[in-house]
């Protein structure tokens, strides 16, 4: 019977990791069909959508650097009282770089795609840019994983922290490979005009 329970919640994970690879591979393959546009995109006053996308992004990464915070603090890993307010911070802040990640993740799908090889006009992809779209791609496979893990409650108990860190990583990974390197190569981004 206990074994017939394992094996009914190691289904949720498995189907939920699946799910996840399902989504990357339709993310990436739409990434190499769709012919990149501008039109359907915003700056938000920035010079240039890359410009306005590395902004974004800094934030989703101050947001992915809060979730961490208040995981480790709720798993009782920081060794101080949690308070009543940290679960709903931890919600709020985590809903927020989800959707940011949604909007900057459309924008470099719709106007760039997957990059690999050498582009139209025969400039070679860089390893970062590659790796960036990878990563991108897998970003959005992981959030489907992290939302499954979520809602599951017959899931074990591993796969919520394992789901959260898979997808910290990847953000990581995909900010590192764009808005850091941005950051480094170009400095603070400025408005248009
Ligand atoms: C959905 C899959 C994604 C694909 C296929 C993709 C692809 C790309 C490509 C091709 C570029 C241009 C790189 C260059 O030529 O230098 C780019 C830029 C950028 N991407 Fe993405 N990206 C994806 C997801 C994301 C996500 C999830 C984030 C952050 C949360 C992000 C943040 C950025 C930023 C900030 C830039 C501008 C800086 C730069 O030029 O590298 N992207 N992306």
Redesign the pocket.
């Known amino acids: 019977m206990a074994h017939t329970a394992a094996q009914k919640s190691m289904a949720i994970p498995l189907t939920a990791f699946a799910l996840g690879a399902v989504v990357a591979l339709l993310?990436?393959v739409f990434?190499r069909v769709h012919d990149p546009t501008l039109e359907g995109t915003t700056t938000l006053g920035y010079s240039t959508v890359?410009a306005m996308?590395?902004v974004?992004?800094t934030v989703?990464g101050v947001l992915v650097v809060v979730q961490l915070v208040t995981a480790l603090w709720m798993y009782g890993r920081l060794g101080i009282r949690t308070p009543s307010w940290l679960g709903t911070a931890h919600r709020t802040t985590g809903a927020s770089a989800l959707v940011?990640?949604l909007f900057?993740?459309y924008?470099?799908?719709w106007s760039?795609?997957?990059?690999v090889g050498s582009l139209p006009d025969g400039e070679q992809?860089?390893t970062?840019?590659f790796v960036?779209?990878l990563?991108?791609?897998a970003?959005?496979g992981a959030v489907v994983v992290k939302i499954v893990a979520v809602r599951s409650r017959r899931a074990p108990g591993w796969f919520l922290p394992v789901a959260g860190g898979l997808l910290l990583s990847l953000?990581v990974l995909?900010?590192l490979?764009?808005?850091a390197?941005?950051l480094g190569v170009k400095g603070w981004p400025s408005l248009a005009g």
């Open positions: 993310v990436g990434g890359l996308k590395t974004v992004a989703i940011l990640t900057v993740a924008h470099c799908l760039l795609g997957l990059e992809v860089s970062r840019t960036h779209g990563s991108g791609c970003v959005l953000l995909a900010i490979t764009s808005a390197w941005y």
